[in-house]
């Protein structure tokens, strides 16, 4: 059984076996404390020993990798020349970019669902579930919240009507085609979980998927797959080291999004492949580097479910998953309760001590108090090693120098330096054409459409507050101190109309090199001035001019649930409107006036208030203020 060379232990090579990583491997260690570093060794020591490593780099340093350290450098930090020799003469590193061309493009389609059918029943359902929730998660919906469980049911039972049915979804346009005209089987379960209204906005935000720079995740480079991950499509006898950059991703989601889709597949993929009778070794080995934001304690960001899959099933396929963090104080201990090996470098804040602590009670209950009392006096580069797989006591270790460049952290537009020729002829054989030169007619800009819903049909939201509550309601707004000098006198019930206006919000990221970010986002209007909704500790608050970004404000989307409904069941006279309409043109105008968006619809909303008469106890004068229907508090307008 190979070992794995990973430094010295005062004189002597402290090396670990490969079975042994099949119980999974965890570094911590604050920043500065050689964790990238440990981490590093790991893959070079695993792929020289000829397992394959599929490597998420979210910060750009672990993609050195790719680049070979001086002979006399590594001569000079005493690591033995035979491991850089064995590093380049069998591994091959590939930099693959997620939505972007400048390493080599990969891009992910969570739909296409080849070979879940061959899986047993609770594995589809599973399977299914889980891209359901990483896809309703990169759309906006909060996976704890009713609305976010709703998108992912629905578009489970649409997952699994497809596999059943044998009908091919091929990319999110199939996905809305469904949604939007679903065969009776399907409704009939759908409707039990969401109304039309849900739907109409579920289809919307898909929708987004299919527009900007988006859509480059799903549509630009290599289709990902884990045989090509792997270096399994096209052997050429080295074993391959494939690093996602993830910097070319724009936002937490859609990292979170790419993680859960490429442990979603190498799920799969280790169903369909475990390992030869008496295999003992490692197929491969999944690292994930600053590992917190993916594994958090309470959140439950969608790739956190497939990555404890993983951690729980991976050692008998033989997975190994290893993974990095300075901040162990961050991570769901829970979630990492099938590791074994754990190697800890300096660590100095009272909670990350405590929770490596906590973990160390059942892997090395016998030597805590020497590890607690180590690790805050470690220097750089040490590391304590706690694997009773492989040790009968905790060893200290000095991680050996890499055989490849560090430090050094290439930036989104090194990567093209870093992709070699023959693998971009191979994996992308057809340069993309080139555009012509001459004049394209241009199409009309496409205005805005006025409404999803029908002559007969009204956005609406639902009154949260009675009549019976108006009193206590308006008491913080009767004049006077403790003896008021004003009482509620009559109250009416009325729905107000706002405009609600559907847009996608280009943001610029980044300092030296700026980065767009589309962020879809809805905005809210009052109907006959156009001053912007803010709602402000539970206040509504209306103004011409807001100085925040619109994903910024807090508007009715965070604070109730919006429906449509029949005009027949709305209290509301709609002559009073005067018959006036909304100008779409003209609101779309305005709002690229103000911010740098792209309007797509804009629609009326009746939000429930209610005009409370005050009167004043000594004398007939009276005024009104307005109560809204959601919290009861004072509407500025």
Same mark, same amino acid.
């Given at each position: 059984?190979?070992?794995?060379?990973?430094?010295?232990?005062?004189?002597?090579?402290l090396?670990?076996?490969?079975k042994?990583?099949?119980?999974?491997?965890?570094c911590?260690?604050?920043?500065?404390?050689?964790?990238?570093?440990?981490?590093k060794?790991?893959?070079?020591?695993?792929?020289?020993n000829?397992?394959?490593?599929i490597?998420?780099?979210?910060?750009?340093?672990?993609?050195?990798?790719?680049?070979?350290?001086?002979?006399?450098?590594?001569?000079?930090?005493g690591?033995?020349?035979?491991?850089?020799?064995?590093?380049?003469?069998?591994?091959?590193?590939?930099?693959?970019?997620?939505?972007?061309s400048?390493?080599?493009?990969?891009?992910?389609?969570?739909?296409?669902?080849?070979?879940?059918?061959?899986?047993?029943?609770e594995?589809q359902?599973?399977?299914?579930?889980?891209?359901?929730?990483?896809?309703a998660s990169?759309?906006g919906?909060?996976?704890?919240?009713?609305?976010?469980?709703?998108?992912?049911a629905?578009?489970?039972?649409?997952?699994?009507?497809?596999?059943?049915?044998?009908?091919?979804?091929?990319?999110?346009n199939?996905?809305?085609?469904?949604?939007?005209?679903?065969?009776?089987?399907?409704?009939?379960?759908?409707?039990?979980?969401?109304?039309?209204?849900?739907?109409?906005?579920?289809?919307?935000?898909?929708?987004?998927?299919?527009?900007?720079?988006?859509?480059?995740?799903?549509?630009?480079?290599?289709?990902?797959?884990i045989?090509?991950?792997?270096g399994?499509?096209?052997?050429n006898?080295?074993?391959?080291?494939?690093?996602?950059?993830?910097?070319?991703?724009?936002t937490a989601?859609?990292?979170?999004?790419?993680?859960?889709?490429?442990?979603?597949m190498?799920?799969?993929w280790?169903?369909?492949?475990?390992?030869?009778?008496?295999?003992?070794?490692?197929?491969?080995?999944?690292?994930?580097d600053?590992?917190?934001?993916?594994?958090?304690p309470v959140?439950k960001?969608?790739?956190?479910?497939?990555?404890?899959?993983l951690?729980?099933?991976?050692?008998?396929?033989?997975?190994?998953?290893?993974?990095?963090?300075?901040?162990?104080?961050?991570?769901?201990?829970?979630?990492?309760?099938?590791? %074994?090996?754990?190697?800890? $470098? /300096?660590?100095?804040?009272? @909670?990350?001590?405590? !929770? +490596?602590?906590?973990?160390?009670?059942?892997?090395?209950?016998?030597?805590?108090?020497?590890?607690?009392?180590?690790m805050?006096?470690?220097?750089?580069?040490?590391?304590?090693?706690?694997?009773?797989?492989?040790?009968?006591?905790?060893?200290?270790?000095?991680?050996?120098?890499?055989?490849?460049?560090?430090?050094?952290?290439?930036?989104?537009?090194?990567?093209?330096?870093?992709?070699?020729?023959d693998?971009?002829?191979?994996?992308?054989p057809?340069?993309?054409?080139?555009?012509?030169?001459?004049?394209?007619?241009?199409?009309?800009?496409?205005e805005?459409?006025?409404?999803?819903?029908?002559?007969?049909?009204?956005?609406?939201?639902?009154?949260?507050?009675?009549e019976?509550?108006?009193?206590?309601?308006?008491k913080?707004?009767?004049?006077?101190?403790?003896f008021? %000098?004003?009482?509620?006198? $009559? /109250?009416k019930?009325?729905? @107000?109309?706002?405009? !609600? +206006?559907?847009?996608?919000?280009?943001q610029e990221?980044?300092f030296?090199?700026?980065?767009?970010?589309e962020?879809?986002e809805?905005?809210?209007?009052?109907?006959?001035?156009?001053?912007?909704?803010?709602v402000?500790?539970?206040?509504?608050?209306?103004?011409?001019?807001?100085?925040?970004?619109?994903?910024?404000?807090?508007?009715?989307?965070?604070?109730?649930?919006?429906?449509?409904?029949?005009?027949?069941?709305v209290?509301?006279?709609f002559?009073?409107?005067?018959g006036k309409?909304?100008?779409?043109?003209a609101i779309?105008?305005?709002?690229?006036?103000?911010?740098?968006?792209?309007?797509?619809?804009?629609?009326?909303?009746?939000?429930?208030t209610?005009?409370?008469?005050?009167?004043?106890?000594?004398?007939?004068?009276?005024?009104?203020?307005?109560?809204?229907?959601?919290?009861?508090n004072?509407?500025?307008?």
């Amino acid at each position: 059984m190979p070992h794995l060379q990973l430094g010295k232990s005062g004189d002597n090579l402290l090396e670990i076996g490969l079975k042994t990583l099949q119980r999974h491997f965890a570094c911590f260690g604050s920043s500065g404390s050689g964790k990238t570093v440990a981490g590093k060794v790991m893959i070079e020591e695993l792929a020289r020993n000829g397992v394959p490593v599929i490597a998420f780099d979210p910060q750009g340093d672990i993609a050195s990798l790719c680049l070979l350290e001086e002979t006399d450098t590594i001569k000079d930090k005493g690591t033995d020349l035979s491991i850089r020799k064995s590093f380049n003469d069998n591994v091959e590193v590939v930099i693959w970019s997620p939505g972007s061309s400048k390493g080599l493009p990969i891009c992910m389609n969570p739909l296409q669902f080849e070979g879940v059918s061959s899986l047993s029943a609770e594995d589809q359902t599973r399977t299914l579930s889980s891209v359901a929730k990483n896809i309703a998660s990169l759309i906006g919906y909060d996976l704890d919240a009713d609305d976010g469980k709703s998108a992912e049911a629905v578009m489970a039972v649409i997952f699994e009507y497809s596999v059943k049915k044998h009908v091919k979804l091929d990319n999110f346009n199939g996905l809305i085609s469904i949604l939007q005209d679903m065969p009776e089987s399907v409704s009939e379960v759908v409707s039990a979980v969401a109304s039309s209204g849900f739907i109409r906005g579920l289809i919307k935000k898909l929708s987004l998927l299919t527009l900007g720079s988006r859509k480059l995740i799903f549509q630009t480079g290599v289709p990902a797959s884990i045989d090509v991950l792997l270096g399994l499509d096209e052997p050429n006898g080295k074993t391959r080291v494939s690093i996602i950059y993830l910097n070319t991703l724009s936002t937490a989601e859609e990292k979170e999004f790419f993680i859960a889709g490429i442990t979603q597949m190498l799920y799969r993929w280790m169903l369909k492949n475990p390992p030869r009778a008496g295999f003992e070794g490692l197929q491969c080995a999944l690292f994930i580097d600053e590992i917190a934001p993916y594994i958090p304690p309470v959140r439950k960001p969608a790739c956190k479910e497939s990555l404890e899959l993983l951690f729980r099933q991976g050692r008998k396929y033989g997975v190994s998953c290893l993974i990095a963090t300075q901040s162990p104080g961050d991570i769901d201990y829970k979630a990492i309760g099938q590791f %074994s090996t754990f190697i800890l $470098g /300096t660590l100095n804040t009272r @909670q990350d001590i405590d !929770k +490596v602590k906590n973990r160390m009670e059942s892997v090395a209950p016998k030597e805590i108090d020497y590890i607690v009392k180590k690790m805050p006096a470690l220097k750089p580069g040490q590391f304590l090693v706690v694997s009773p797989d492989e040790f009968d006591s905790v060893q200290e270790l000095q991680v050996r120098w890499l055989v490849t460049k560090h430090p050094l952290v290439i930036s989104e537009s090194q990567l093209s330096e870093y992709v070699p020729d023959d693998l971009r002829e191979r994996y992308l054989p057809e340069p993309e054409p080139e555009q012509p030169d001459e004049q394209v007619e241009t199409k009309p800009e496409k205005e805005p459409t006025e409404s999803l819903t029908t002559e007969d049909q009204v956005l609406h939201v639902e009154n949260k507050i009675f009549e019976r509550d108006l009193e206590k309601k308006v008491k913080p707004h009767l004049e006077g101190g403790l003896f008021k %000098s004003e009482k509620l006198d $009559g /109250t009416k019930f009325r729905y @107000q109309p706002l405009v !609600k +206006v559907d847009l996608t919000f280009f943001q610029e990221k980044g300092f030296f090199k700026k980065k767009t970010v589309e962020i879809p986002e809805n905005l809210y209007l009052d109907f006959k001035t156009n001053d912007l909704l803010h709602v402000k500790k539970e206040q509504f608050v209306f103004s011409p001019v807001l100085d925040m970004e619109p994903h910024e404000i807090s508007d009715l989307d965070n604070h109730c649930k919006i429906e449509t409904i029949s005009k027949d069941e709305v209290d509301f006279d709609f002559r009073i409107l005067g018959g006036k309409k909304l100008d779409k043109k003209a609101i779309k105008n305005m709002m690229e006036r103000k911010y740098r968006v792209e309007v797509h619809k804009v629609e009326m909303v009746l939000v429930p208030t209610w005009e409370c008469t005050l009167k004043q106890k000594k004398g007939k004068s009276t005024r009104t203020v307005t109560l809204d229907g959601i919290y009861g508090n004072e509407m500025k307008f």
